[in-house]
């Protein structure tokens, strides 16, 4: 039995944020079924990139597909009909689409009450910027990621992934699986809402608390951390490493495993509020000592002192890794056109029910017939869906 082998989703997400939700589900083993407009004149862009490529691959993985075009009432009841066999649906439209589809909660609740509708947006369902189109770097620039990455004086920079829309993606898969523990007792499904602004906001974390406390604007440090010193990136003769002393006792066991014991009674460095206000003091002795020697010495013997320590990889060098190597990271699929291909292995580890990648993201359409079959439509039914352009 797979984790997740009992429930339905019905996705009719695009983007990112949205198959990253449910893309948590279908390498648990749940049916993920893509609801895609059929193709017009040839096979559309349904997925927001090309199908074939490396990310609607890694994207959609494990996922079936049936074509209907929801804007006319044939297919709107053969999709109602799916609703009635599953558990959980995703959408991301503009809040206003869904009402204009007939697949907001309360119709679906109508229709099967257990139901969970997922909502997954840029700037929540209400507000007085609601009907604003959204994109990850617009949100990490809103919700203050930019104001704080990046060097001293630099200007913002953006991260260097499409970090809201993953967030808020894993942020609605908790919540529909919230929502499904809440039904074993209920037996009533809900409204899960999920945005880009809202991911965004929850990232910023320790910096958005030390401003609601404390009423202080965080601002960039570049690879200082802002509030814990020695805590940095450093050029060692090489490359570059990553040296995390934070505390007491790290930086006194980072003093002597650098050989440099005295600075431990350094007026200006013997507490952590004081190395970080005297962090380019600090920064400055560091960086002479680590760029005599390369990163194969210096983090092997940090690491042993106790000092969190590592290098700092491209993505060659991150999939060589031996403890990367270890946790299976990468997966493997065959597709029909495509051959065997690599993909990013699902990260949650189980140990008696794991995740699973079992197959490629399907064909438009590729499993309509046999949904439709599952429905119970007979043949005749199918074939005049199919010439009405209904699927």
């Not at 039995?1 to 997400?13: E, P, S, V």
């Not at 494990?62 to 649906?89: C, G, H, M, W």
């Amino acid at each position: 039995m797979k984790a997740l082998g009992r429930f339905r989703i019905l996705d009719l997400t695009r983007a990112r944020a949205g198959p990253t939700s449910t893309k948590q589900f279908a390498d648990f083993g749940a049916d993920v079924i893509k609801v895609e407009q059929p193709a017009s004149g040839g096979e559309r862009n349904q997925l927001s990139g090309d199908r074939h490529s490396f990310d609607m691959q890694n994207l959609h993985r494990n996922s079936r597909s049936i074509t209907l075009d929801l804007k006319t009432p044939q297919a709107k009841e053969i999709f109602y009909r799916l609703v009635k066999t599953a558990d959980i649906v995703v959408e991301n439209f503009r809040p206003d689409v869904k009402f204009r589809l007939g697949i907001d909660y309360e119709t679906l609740k109508a229709i099967n009450p257990r139901i969970i509708l997922t909502s997954i947006s840029g700037f929540g369902q209400d507000g007085p910027y609601v009907k604003r189109p959204m994109f990850d770097q617009i949100s990490q620039g809103m919700s203050g990621i930019m104001s704080v990455t990046g060097k001293p004086g630099g200007g913002p920079i953006r991260a260097g992934v499409a970090i809201t829309d993953i967030t808020a993606g894993y942020i609605a898969a908790c919540g529909m699986l919230t929502a499904l523990l809440e039904r074993e007792t209920s037996g009533e499904g809900q409204w899960v809402q999920s945005s880009l602004i809202q991911a965004g906001v929850a990232m910023m974390d320790f910096q958005a608390a030390k401003y609601l406390q404390k009423g202080e604007i965080p601002v960039q440090v570049g690879n200082d951390h802002p509030t814990s010193m020695p805590t940095s990136c450093y050029e060692c003769s090489d490359g570059y490493i990553n040296v995390a002393a934070t505390g007491q006792v790290m930086w006194l066991a980072l003093c002597d495993a650098i050989g440099k014991p005295e600075m431990k009674e350094d007026p200006r460095f013997t507490t952590e509020p004081l190395r970080v206000q005297h962090r380019d003091e600090l920064n400055s002795i560091f960086i002479e000592i680590f760029k005599t020697k390369e990163k194969g010495y210096w983090v092997p013997l940090l690491n042993t002192a106790g000092v969190p320590t590592g290098p700092i990889y491209d993505m060659s060098e991150v999939f060589s890794d031996p403890q990367v190597i270890s946790q299976n990271m990468v997966a493997k699929v065959d597709h029909p056109k495509l051959g065997s291909l690599q993909l990013v292995n699902q990260a949650l580890k189980l140990s008696r029910t794991p995740a699973q990648i079992t197959s490629a993201t399907p064909e438009l359409g590729e499993h309509t017939l046999q949904i439709l079959k599952d429905l119970d439509y007979s043949p005749e039914e199918i074939q005049q869906f199919i010439d009405q352009k209904i699927v």
